[in-house]
């Protein structure tokens, strides 16, 4: 197994699918926004401006993250660098209500208006990747997908993603138009896409954007629950809970091992069982984890450069069955509660 390396840049691209070339690891922009702790704009963009240049060029947003207000910053940034970012924003849950609280709209007149505010907020013409975030149970998939495609057509995106849809979904929405990316939570304690979803988009040659990575923090043995505040987001998915965060320290204890006895963090234990999964599925793997702090950034790029013994992954696969409470705060919300 090689350890981290100082230098965590990025300079190679892989392809998802549909031609969509990004870096092996990208930036979650929620992070940008205060849904994990305060952070102001200049700070935000400071942190954004650091992860591009260090090439993780693969900026990942949506139209409901701050209200908005992420697709404001990053419009900072590409005001003067939109060559050097593969922009992903997102369409389909309300922009009003917290989070557990919104509803999914996946209807035409909805998408349409919100890509023209995601583009009038990001200060740009298109998009590189436009997701459906979420599945709307009154619209067939087909439908939205379909609206989505026809904003491919007037050069508004330039490829369709969809988040937490189940393998079916997926294969569904290629009957409408070729789909370059799925993004669903995936880490090494929330497994539950690998039974359906991983396989269809390994058949169907789609790439996978695992979102929250390091769990939200936890998996990176930093989360402090004192320091949760009363709006911090963590407070409404299960696994966040008082009694969940004790049954599951056992858990995190093993990585946190294998991580002391291998010179990485358990952030990069994390990130780099993921990869190995990716060669295991014989699929592409795009995490995108976020972080407010430059100094997490580098930390997460350099798990580009390890390679877990075949043992250590073997050790880790086990810990995801342990694992008390829901990954989210509606189990219909995510792919799992639909397969």
């Known amino acids: 197994m090689t350890g981290s390396t100082p230098d965590a840049r990025i300079d190679t691209l892989i392809e998802l699918g549909d031609g969509l070339r990004v870096p092996r690891q990208g930036y979650g922009a929620m992070s940008l926004t205060d849904v994990y702790g305060p952070v102001s704009d200049d700070e935000?963009?400071?942190?954004?401006?650091?992860?591009?240049?260090?090439?993780?060029?693969?900026v990942d947003t949506a139209n409901i993250y701050g209200d908005g207000r992420s697709e404001r910053i990053i419009s900072r940034l590409i005001a003067t660098r939109r060559d050097d970012v593969q922009l992903a924003t997102k369409v389909g849950i309300e922009p009003r209500g917290a989070?557990?609280?919104?509803?999914?709209?996946?209807?035409?007149?909805?998408?349409?208006?919100?890509?023209?505010?995601?583009?009038?907020?990001?200060?740009t013409d298109a998009v590189d990747l436009y997701y459906l975030h979420r599945l709307d149970p009154t619209v067939p998939i087909e439908d939205s997908v379909g609206a989505l495609g026809e904003l491919v057509a007037e050069g508004?995106?330039?490829?369709?993603?969809?988040?937490?849809?189940?393998?079916?979904?997926?294969?569904?929405?290629?009957?409408?138009?070729?789909?370059?990316?799925?993004?669903?939570?995936?880490?090494?304690?929330?497994?539950?896409?690998?039974?359906g979803v991983v396989p269809a988009a390994r058949e169907l040659g789609i790439g996978f954007v695992p979102y929250s990575p390091l769990g939200r923090q936890w998996l990176t043995g930093a989360f402090d629950v004192a320091r949760l505040t009363d709006t911090d987001a963590r407070r409404r998915f299960p696994r966040f809970a008082p009694e969940a965060l004790a049954a599951n320290a056992p858990v995190l204890a093993e990585i946190v091992a294998v991580a002391a006895e291998s010179g990485?963090?358990?952030?990069?234990?994390?990130?780099?069982?993921?990869?190995?999964?990716?060669?295991?599925?014989?699929?592409?793997?795009?995490?995108?984890p976020g972080s407010r702090f430059a100094s997490r950034v580098?930390?997460?790029?350099?798990?580009?450069?390890?390679?877990?013994?075949?043992?250590?992954?073997?050790?880790?696969?086990?810990?995801?069955?342990?694992?008390?409470?829901?990954?989210?705060f509606d189990p219909a919300w995510v792919s799992s509660g639909r397969e």
């Not at 450069?305 to 069955?321: C, F, M």
């Open 44 to 58: 935000a963009l400071a942190t954004l401006t650091h992860a591009v240049d260090a090439g993780a060029t693969f």
């Open 156 to 195: 508004k995106v330039r490829h369709l993603g969809l988040s937490e849809v189940t393998g079916e979904e997926l294969r569904r929405a290629v009957t409408v138009h070729p789909i370059a990316a799925v993004q669903t939570e995936w880490s090494v304690i929330s497994r539950d896409v690998e039974a």
């Open 99 to 123: 989070i557990g609280a919104r509803g999914a709209r996946g209807d035409r007149a909805h998408i349409r208006e919100q890509i023209e505010l995601s583009l009038s907020r990001l200060g």
């Open 264 to 288: 990485l963090s358990p952030a990069q234990v994390a990130l780099a069982w993921l990869y190995a999964k990716g060669e295991e599925f014989g699929l592409p793997v795009v995490p995108i």
């Open 298 to 328: 580098d930390e997460n790029l350099a798990a580009l450069q390890v390679r877990l013994a075949p043992e250590q992954v073997a050790r880790l696969d086990g810990l995801a069955d342990r694992v008390v409470a829901h990954r989210s």
